[in-house]
């Protein structure tokens, strides 16, 4: 199970990337191994020195009952006190913004990829649309 952030590498340049736990409610899990989540247009805020992921979509459950979990719930991360300064002190830079990249099961856990991104402009885009257009020409 591996659940990728595609429009992050779109829409951001990434200058590093930090690997993170996450707390899950027991559906959640049984829900992610399935491959019901996204992390489209999700981000990382941190809060009162703790990491939190914002807008993540982890779909019901089917089989949960009456203690099935919010869908699109903040989720905390679990990260070292380092860590968390560290990323604090680089989302103070003007243009970064901290983007989970990717989601994946590692021996039974699942983990979170946080990229620390910039922004990319207009220009940036088209130049990306660009070459991949002339790498599928290149393939023909």
Do not use: Q, W
């Amino acid at each position: 199970m591996e659940i990728i952030n595609k429009k992050a590498k779109f829409d951001y340049f990434i200058e590093d990337e930090i690997e993170a736990g996450i707390v899950l409610k027991g559906t959640e899990i049984k829900s992610l191994r399935k491959g019901s989540a996204d992390l489209k247009d999700t981000y990382v805020r941190i809060k009162d020195n703790e990491a939190y992921i914002i807008n993540m979509y982890i779909a019901k459950y089917e089989e949960g009952n009456i203690f099935n979990h919010d869908e699109r719930r903040e989720r905390k991360l679990l990260l070292h006190k380092k860590e968390i300064k560290k990323l604090a002190s680089l989302k103070t830079l003007e243009g970064y913004t901290l983007i989970p990249l990717r989601a994946y099961l590692n021996k039974n856990v699942v983990k979170i990829s946080i990229g620390i991104c910039k922004g990319k402009k207009n220009y940036d885009k088209r130049e990306a649309i660009k070459e991949r257009d002339l790498k599928r020409i290149e393939k023909n």
